[in-house]
């Protein structure tokens, strides 16, 4: 059964820049749409941004401007490119992926099969 398998988390200070990454287990999986989403403490999950093997992208409100979602060339490997982050990015982030057409590019958790276990980004001030 494939997985996804998230890293690239850890800590920095506000205004720093990370790169998460998110590689499923099998290399014959082939999703359509693959999404970052993230959890802060107390708080529910909430979608970051998502990309299409056609590679059109969404991005919530809140990251737009600072985080880039891409995938390599091969479709195998997801990034999540984080700049200029704040102490509100501190999250649990995970990857999730998902074989069904959709035809918009959703942030919704529950349309997304599978997921990663998540790796933890603290930003401080």
């Known amino acids: 059964q494939v997985q996804l398998a998230e890293s690239g988390g850890g800590s920095v200070q506000s205004g720093g820049s990370l790169t998460l990454s998110c590689t499923p287990s099998?290399?014959?999986?082939?999703?359509?749409?693959m999404a970052w989403f993230r959890q802060a403490p107390g708080k529910g999950r909430e979608g970051v941004a998502v990309i299409g093997k056609d590679g059109r992208t969404n991005y919530a409100d809140f990251v737009k401007g600072r985080f880039t979602v891409s995938q390599d060339n091969a479709k195998k490997t997801m990034f999540l490119a984080m700049t200029d982050l704040k102490p509100e990015d501190t999250a649990m982030y995970y990857c999730?992926?998902?074989?069904?057409?959709?035809?918009?590019?959703?942030?919704?958790?529950?349309?997304?099969?599978?997921w990663g276990q998540g790796t933890a980004v603290t930003v401080s001030s």
């Open positions: 099998l290399s014959a999986y082939q999703p359509s749409w």
């Open positions: 999730a992926a998902t074989r069904t057409s959709w035809s918009y590019a959703s942030l919704e958790s529950h349309d997304y099969s599978l």
